[in-house]
């Protein structure tokens, strides 16, 4: 692990860190400065002459590293990476409970929980973070970033793993709700158990048939609309990528709004006009820290319309 960085914070991300190599007596060094060490280590990911220039890389001491220092062994380096503007993601966080320990958010459709990728600015971590002056807030749990919902965060790093060991050994019970089509022939309720593999760059997730049982859902019909679709309550026992979507995809009821399952849809970043009809509507557990039972709702119900 990095020293302590130099460098503050900024839109609650964290500076980025690197280090030279240990120092290697059996071949030589290819790099003289650290400036070209720089360039040879982040070829594509920054423009490393104008951050030189700007004084944008700093060492341990806070120090703004220069193009033509002396290269060395076993150095950190610190810098902010710069970010691609984002669409505003719309729709309210509304913070469901705040204590010492946790923060518990109903999330809209479309916003990140973590940043990652083309979602930095517009997650829930990143406005929360700066909104709360909490610079810790991290996210217990996943949830996908076009599901709605109950999201819980920890406030402290110190708090982490009491709580995701708690998700770890399922002692949290979730419930989601989702609008989908009703099958007549279909008997419910229904306990869905398969295994599901989601490959690393691949965008939908898979059943693989006759593998060991890694992913169960009970699945009920609660209620019809007047339109003839069905609200679904969904009590997931295990946490795997795409559970609940494909589970129902699984039954020929394929949750209204996915631009994943069936098929995939080509859908813009900035396009917020179809909201996934699902949503984390429930979460209870006994608080590992103090015993508490904790139970929490979404303040959202389905169907969910385009947010504001």
Sequence with gaps: MPPRSPLPPRHGLAAAWLRTPDRDRT?????????????????????????????????????????????????FVWFHRDLREEPPVPGAIHVVHRDERLVVVDKPPFLSSIPRGRHVLQSVVVRLRAELGLPELSPLHRLDRVTSGLLLLATEQRWRAAYQTAFERREVRKTYRALAPVRDDLALPVDVRDHIRKERGVWQAVVVPGAPVNAETRVELEATTADGLGVYRLSPRTGQTHQLRLHLLGLGIPIIGDPLYPVVRDVAVDDFSTPLQLLAAEVAFADPVDGAERRFASVRRLPLAPEA
């Design 27 to 75: 071949r030589p060094v290819p790099w003289t400065t650290m400036g070209a060490w720089l360039r040879d280590r982040l070829p594509e990911q920054v423009d490393v002459a104008a951050m030189l220039a700007d004084g944008r890389f700093v060492d341990e001491d806070g120090r703004a590293v220069r193009a033509d220092d002396p290269y060395g062994p076993h150095r």
